[in-house]
């Protein structure tokens, strides 16, 4: 009897475990970046519990995707793979910041062959952006990169 008891207790703990909260149910799980430019461009993510203007520095280890002309790109939050959402996230990080790069700028600028130890690139940032979950929220979690910004 004192077995079944365990093995009960054991299976309720596991099927309750397997069972996601309402929190992440609910949450987003994308930021939705749409490149409305006549160009491609290419997009840095930077998260950190303290961002002010002065954070606008590229980091070299840090991938910049490319985004087409008129394309768009989901950015996943960290923890996706855990049932986790952007909502999530902002417990975390006052912000979320989007460096926007000119993707033929940027590649011109970075030499894939040298290491980010042996270089110190100064590449332009086209935009950038720093948004609170407020700010996205509004925004109904798309940003929209225009060159007349």
């Excluded at 009897?1 to 609910?26: G, H, Q, R, V, Y």
Aim: aromatic share 12%; with cysteine.
């Amino acid at each position: 009897m004192k077995t079944i008891k365990i093995l009960l207790l054991i299976s309720l703990t596991l099927i309750s475990s397997a069972c996601p909260s309402n929190d992440d149910e609910t949450g987003h799980k994308y930021i939705t970046i749409v490149n409305n430019s006549n160009s491609k461009i290419r997009i840095q993510t930077v998260w950190s519990i303290s961002i002010n203007k002065a954070d606008t520095f590229w980091h070299c280890r840090l991938p910049a995707p490319i985004i087409e002309q008129g394309s768009n790109r989901q950015f996943e939050c960290s923890n996706s793979d855990r049932g986790e959402s952007w909502e999530n996230d902002f417990n975390a990080i006052p912000y979320i910041q989007f460096l926007i790069f000119d993707a033929e700028t940027y590649d011109e600028y970075r030499d894939y062959g040298v290491s980010c130890e042996e270089t110190n690139y100064t590449i332009p940032v086209l935009y950038r952006y720093q948004l609170k979950l407020e700010d996205l929220e509004r925004m109904n979690w798309t940003v929209v990169y225009s060159p007349e910004e």
